[in-house]
């Protein structure tokens, strides 16, 4: 297990440990209890919002021999957790369960992976009670193996269950998605990523700064997986000896040092457009990268324009005390049309960053045209 990546072994192994998603955890576990389990699921949602590990633990539950057995006596008190024990949940955590079949729908989207699919479903499963079927990206499959699988989803054998996940839903053909039980997996918050991140550098005995961890939670974009893979990358570079810096982590994601976004936003904000060029001139040779330069410019501007609709909104970028009232001050000081304007003019000049052979050139047009 030391080799594993950390979105791998910390990979949820029962229901409750899986963060954000309640509202999906509790509708499966009363249709477990109940016994009315579909025999297909629509998986939909942001990238590392965790569709994959629920599969997986849906297909976990619904073999779990402990669960069997209570199903078989009528015990209706478990919680239908998966029990980790016995050898259906044992093969699944290992990936060797022969009654679990992912399928990488982006690999493997043709009509002969799907009829190859079809065949297989109506051999009964090895040693299990039903034999599920993970496709992952399922929006991908052609039109022709969307058109086949769909086939298969009218009327399956009652030992098969059909998870489909995807990212993109509305891509989807319509007859597919009736065909399923659809569910909506949302964004995690920085909080709840925060907790779980706290959680894996507790169990691996490593120290850090609690600023370090709210940074990657807020970069992850509401990504588990991403903020996992994040906190691996910032160990690594740092060393699991040593503390883990905010330092570490700004210099590993690339994150523009705060001072050169207030200085830059003083300089646009009193029109001083020969020493906002000149300061653009200037980073050039402090290694910024004027990708990341124009996203945290507009992350300032968005926090500035939400404080000058309202005072109450709560500022979610990591600021010191002085650095808040220069933002609320900057928000007092704009019209609410200025702030829209810059914000406009960022965002283009953002867009073209990445196609323009002089990198800080948008962002000087930008300037010039404010």
């Known amino acids: 297990m ?24 509790q509708t499966l576990k009363n249709a477990l209890i109940s016994g009315r389990i579909s025999h297909a699921y629509l998986f939909c949602g942001p ?3 965790g569709k994959t590990s629920l599969a997986r633990l849906l297909a976990k539950a619904v073999n779990c021999e402990k669960n069997i057995q209570n199903t078989k006596y009528k015990i209706l008190n478990t919680n239908f957790e998966p029990c980790n024990q016995c050898l259906s949940c044992q093969e699944i955590n290992q990936g060797k369960a022969m009654d679990l079949i992912e399928i990488d729908a982006a690999s493997n989207r043709g009509i002969d992976e799907i009829r190859d699919l079809r065949d297989g479903i109506s051999f009964m499963p090895t040693r299990s009670k039903y034999k599920v079927f993970i496709l992952d990206e399922a929006h991908q499959l052609s039109k022709d193996a969307a058109n086949a699988l769909l086939k298969t989803l009218e009327e399956p054998p009652g030992h098969a269950i059909f998870i489909l996940a995807t990212t993109e839903p509305q891509k989807m053909i319509l007859t597919i998605v009736s065909r399923c ?4 997996f949302r964004r995690l ?6 907790d779980k991140l706290k959680r894996i550098l507790e169990n691996e005995k490593i120290k850090f700064e609690e600023e370090a961890i709210q940074l990657i939670s807020q970069t992850a974009n509401g990504s588990i997986r991403d903020a996992e893979t994040l906190l691996d990358q ?6 699991p000896e ?9 210099k590993i994601l690339g994150i523009v040092d705060k001072k050169i976004i207030f200085q830059f936003l003083d300089y646009i904000f009193q029109k001083q457009t020969p020493k906002a060029i000149a300061f653009l001139e200037e980073i050039v040779f402090k290694g910024v990268d004027f990708q990341e330069f124009a996203k945290s410019l507009i992350q300032y501007l968005r926090e500035i324009l939400l404080l000058k609709i309202s005072p109450e909104f709560e500022i979610s970028l990591l600021l010191d005390k002085e650095e808040k009232e220069k933002l ?3 928000a007092t000081d704009l019209s609410e049309e200025e702030i829209k304007n810059f914000l406009k003019k960022f965002i283009e000049a953002e867009n073209r960053i990445k196609f323009a052979s002089i990198p800080q050139l948008p962002l000087e047009l930008a300037i010039i045209e404010m």
Request: no cysteine.
């Open 328 to 330: 609320e001050k900057l």
């Open 181 to 184: 039980q659809r569910f909506d």
């Open 47 to 49: 990238r590392g919002a």
């Open 2 to 25: 030391s080799n594993l990546v950390f979105y791998r072994k910390y990979r949820p192994k029962t229901f409750k440990e899986v963060i954000g998603q309640e509202h999906i955890i």
């Open 189 to 194: 918050k920085p909080k709840e990523i925060n």
């Open 234 to 239: 910032t160990i690594s570079f740092s060393g």
């Open 242 to 250: 040593r503390t883990l810096e905010k330092e570490t982590v700004e």
